[in-house]
């Protein structure tokens, strides 16, 4: 899984190039996208074991719990991958155009699943 986000982070750090050197948005991207799945995640697990009353709750604390959460996915996303964008960049310049539109195509899709989910 570790390959997977490197690679997301990777991908969008490379749009933000020019803008962003150090890769923040990379890392911001990914952890808004993570966080979202998570607490998808956690909605299902608690409504269907602890009960509708403890998802109430639960969204009711949700900016107190998703915020801090989204920081720190930030700063763990940016910890693993900024270093490593050179190596990323040796890794995959290799790649043929056609596999990198495809999984340029799955990195859009990825970044697109939580805003579905957060308006469905």
Known sequence: MNFFFGYVWFRISKVYRKEDKIGIT??????????IILDK????????FAGKEYLLI???????????????????NHKLYSHRFNQFNEIYKLESQSKSIIKGLLVILYLLIPVIIIFS
């Open 41 to 48: 995640i956690s909605f299902y697990l608690i409504e269907h």
């Open 58 to 76: 639960y969204i009711r604390n949700l900016t107190y719990i998703s915020v801090p959460f989204i920081l720190l996915m930030i700063f763990i």
């Open 26 to 35: 990379g890392s911001g991207f990914l952890a808004f996208s993570q966080s």
